[in-house]
């Protein structure tokens, strides 16, 4: 079993920047950022696999960069440069498989943290 705790959320003004950890428990291949918006579906945000191969949402690209420690078997995700529309309820979200066709979608992923709150002010 698979367990994932987030941590790093917070309130920031627009411009701002917040950096989020997710620390695993278990062997994990791939690792994502997902968010979800009041009213809104998931997004994918960010994702990175074992080898560090990463995918954006473009939204985000140029703002926030994905990482991963795999010898502390934890992942962060830098976001820089914050608007209010990256406010959202933050996931880290992790698979076993490494065969992900479609990494940026939730149904991908097998396990989920429970989430911690990023809000943007402008």
């Known amino acids: 079993q698979v367990q994932l705790v987030e941590s790093g959320g917070g309130s920031v003004q627009a411009g701002g920047s917040l950096r989020l950890s997710c620390a695993a428990s278990g062997y994990i291949y791939m690792m994502g950022w997902f968010r979800q918006a009041p009213g809104k579906e998931r997004e994918g945000v960010a994702t990175?696999?074992?080898?560090?191969?990463?995918s954006y949402v473009d939204s985000v690209k140029g703002r926030f960069t994905i990482s991963r420690d795999n010898g502390k078997n934890t992942l962060y995700l830098q976001m820089n440069n914050l608007t209010p529309e990256d406010t959202a309820m933050y996931y880290c979200?992790?698979?076993?498989?490494?065969?992900?066709?479609?990494?940026?979608?939730?149904?991908?992923?097998?396990?989920w943290g429970q989430g911690t709150q990023v809000t943007v002010s402008s």
């Open positions: 979200a992790a698979d076993r498989g490494e065969f992900t066709r479609r990494p940026l979608a939730a149904p991908e992923y097998d396990y």
């Open positions: 990175i696999d074992r080898d560090k191969s990463t």
